[in-house]
């Protein structure tokens, strides 16, 4: 059975920072791409950033560019996501998202939220202001 587990949200004021993290079970980690979406009361899910199986290859929002930072340990079954400066905008529903192996290619990165099989239930961050 797979599992994706989040922790690390809660209350941050603005400007402050939060580490997610993801722990997974159940699947060839190792294998497979990692994404962290998140998702605001009333809008779309939308994609943060997302990591290569190998975590030679990220791409992020163009709302998070040079604040937040994905990465993974590949041992742990674990992936991350560093929040630093953060904004009351960012408060949002935030899920990691596992994508099996696609591609031949070690720095493929999903491009579509379909393109991901397994989902986390979602940690909280709350940015005040």
């Known amino acids: 059975q797979v599992q994706l587990v989040e922790s690390g949200g809660g209350l941050v004021q603005a400007g402050g920072s939060l580490r997610l993290s993801c722990a997974t079970s159940g699947l060839i980690f190792s294998t497979c791409a990692m994404g962290w979406f998140r998702q605001a009361p009333g809008k779309e899910r939308e994609s943060v950033a997302a990591?290569?199986?190998?975590?030679?290859?990220?791409k992020y929002a163009d709302s998070v560019k040079g604040r937040f930072t994905i990465s993974r340990t590949n041992a742990k079954n674990t992936v991350y996501l560093q929040m630093d400066s953060l904004k009351p905008e960012d408060t949002a529903n935030y899920y990691c998202?596992?994508?099996?192996?696609?591609?031949?290619?070690?720095?493929?990165?999903?491009?579509?939220?379909?393109?991901?099989?397994?989902w986390g239930q979602g940690t909280q961050v709350t940015v005040s202001s």
């Open positions: 990591i290569s199986r190998g975590g030679t290859s990220t």
């Open positions: 998202a596992a994508s099996l192996p696609r591609s031949f290619v070690s720095g493929w990165l999903p491009s579509h939220r379909l393109e991901y099989d397994y």
